[in-house]
């Protein structure tokens, strides 16, 4: 089981930049999946997640300006990012939850400064 996340960057603010989140060893469409953020010096902490049926939520400071999609037939998720700030800097995960355990890839930094 593995998850691997690309797309990251520096981008300038009210940029934009969608990251991708491609797993193996398991299908997502049997899987809700997540993305969480973690900021230097800060927790990780939650940004968006889609359900097996294509539900999605998201934490209030991504409302309106982050979107979580999932292509079941590349087995990936994305997470579009419009209107990016700085206080979005963070390296980004990809994760779900396999057998009752959390499984996360790597991580992918994007750096939001012009």
């Known amino acids: 089981v593995q998850l691997v996340e690309s797309g990251g960057g520096l981008v300038q603010p009210g940029g934009s930049l969608r990251l991708s989140c491609a797993a193996s060893?398991?299908?997502?469409?049997?899987?809700?999946m997540r993305w969480y953020r973690q900021a230097p010096g800060k927790e990780r902490e939650f940004v968006a997640r889609?359900?097996?049926?294509?539900?999605?939520s998201y934490d209030d400071s991504v409302l309106g300006r982050f979107t979580i999609t999932r292509h079941n037939e590349k087995n990936t998720i994305y997470l579009q990012m419009n209107s990016l700030k700085p206080d979005d800097t963070a390296v980004y995960y990809c994760?779900?939850?396999?057998?009752?355990?959390?499984?996360w890839g790597q991580g992918t930094q994007v750096t939001v400064s012009s």
């Open positions: 889609i359900t097996t049926v294509g539900l999605d």
């Open positions: 994760n779900t939850i396999r057998w009752g355990s959390d499984v």
């Open positions: 060893g398991f299908l997502i469409s049997t899987n809700d």
